[in-house]
């Protein structure tokens, strides 16, 4: 009980500390009055269509005549970004009432394009001292409720969410409105002579008005601009420089971040760990009583004459550590599967530790890709050793399908639906630059390591099973139904999913609707319960086939374990229908449609190798365990 207590007293320091620990980035940069301060458009993107736009591809905004282009890692390209400067001219310290961006000819097919972005919801993000431009909102009652432009309460607390609406729509009349003028308020600290950005507000308004002018900002009831109605529109903007000393540079993300209820999160640890208790139960129930028994039974010389005339797992002994059918697909596939769960662990301890900083755009992709090329020599290791347990004898040719099998399948498939994006001409498709990338990291980085893995891995003695193997095999008695194949998966797929599905919410409203997910001193917990509830039920369900004479378990262990990776890709499908395309039916289209479902396949089998993995080697151990137990001649 102690240690219980222990235990439980660090999960919860570790989820208080870490859902709200990061390190911002290397240190601020200063500005003096005067200074010059750069805004970056990036993308367009919207939380109900899938597929995000670079902000210069749109015919209806300001282009310079110099566009400037910074270098973007990999994880900035593979999420769609395409950050580019403009001419918006921002002094620090010096407000502006309005300036005009420029007057831009809205031709019919702009006009077209706009409405569709603007009926679809879609938001700008635009960078200032690599802070998103944000909505804001104010934090009633633990509801955000947004906030005016021209306010003058003091709000308790500013919540930000990151984008602003490129304009309105109005569903009742069918009309579509452009923001085309825009209110900046730049929050900044002083630090002795120097500033430091700590907040970027953006409120965008629609105001009917080609002219090329600006427009009279103080009439609150001014005609918005119907798209279809102007064929000339003037962009405009104001710049508001706010000092509040209420908020740190080292804390400035904090408003990004504290969207999350913590008690939903909560609630998710609470339901998981009533699932861990009773799953644990019953295993203990297994191991104490029926395996004692078994076993008590089995080892008594004077019953050794009854052997025969039962029946259960007792009798396989000679059987269970027969080399799997298919070992040679089925090595390189474990070895890949603990090359990923190496990478997410590895990935998400350096976000727990608060080095993935959000200000560290796409450093989440970019570190998961490194650390993937990285422990290719781990898959390669556990590959070639379960290869050469399982009677292999090439192990060049297990290193180079180790190498080949998962990630060459997962490209082939992005390749493919990259075809679509081009099509659509969305930034979520990779330039041709970032394909010839990854496959000199794969062909330099990742074989290379694996092919050593695989000669290190093979060199090491086999593992030495409890049990010699018999030449003829124990024919497989016919199966229970609850034990077939279909039937089991559902069965060993339903609790772990049941642990997860509360915080699977928050992970895909980051991935498909880009909130912020920083939570992951709760990621932490909830894996942890994940793992626990995996090993658990594929050791049942593995235990229930030995128990009723089935021998060939291997295949049935790493299945049982990916096995909630169904429900994970049926709840995209209602997350799907419930959120992105919830109030919007008729905005669906095949290439946002297919986006959406073949990224979510690809996740919920990334989520199914290390689940897979989890099972077959607890699976793997609990075996070997209650056969070492047995005396065998």
Known sequence: MPRIKTLLALCLGVASAASAFYIPSMGPQSFRPGDRVPLSVNRVYSEHVPLPFAYYDLPFVCKPSDIKRPWLNIGEVLRGDRIASSDYELIMGQNSTCKVLCTHEMTAQATKEAQRFVSQNYLVEWIVDKLPGATVFLSRKGSPSPSPSSSSAVPKQKIYEPGFPIGRYDADTGRAYLNNHVSMHVIYEMRGESRHIVGFEVYPRSIYNGSGECPDLDDLGAEGLLLGSAERVTYSYSVHWIEDSTVRWNHRWDRYLSVTNPQVHWYAIFNSAVIIILLSCIVAVIVMRMLNRDLTVFNEEEFRDD???????????????????????????????????YTFIATIALGTLGILSPSYRGGLLTTGIVLFLILGCAAGYYSAHLYRTWGGNNWFKNAVMTATLVPMSLMAIQLVLNLFLWYRSSSAAMPFSSILLLFVLWLLVELPLTLLGGWLGFRRPPYSEPSRTSAIPRPIPPQPKYLRPLPSILLAGALPFSVIFIELFFVFKSIWQDSFYYEYGFTVIVGLLLSLTVCETTIIMVWLSLNSGHHRWWWKAFVCGASSAIYIFAYSVFFYFTKLRAGMPDFAGFVPTLTFFVHSLLISAVYALCTGSMGFFAAYFFVRRIYGMVKTA
């Open 307 to 341: 052997i025969e005339e039962t029946s259960g797992w007792k009798l396989l002994h000679a059987d269970v550590f027969r080399a799997p059918r298919y070992g040679g697909l089925l090595a390189p596939l474990l070895g890949t599967t603990v090359q990923v769960m």
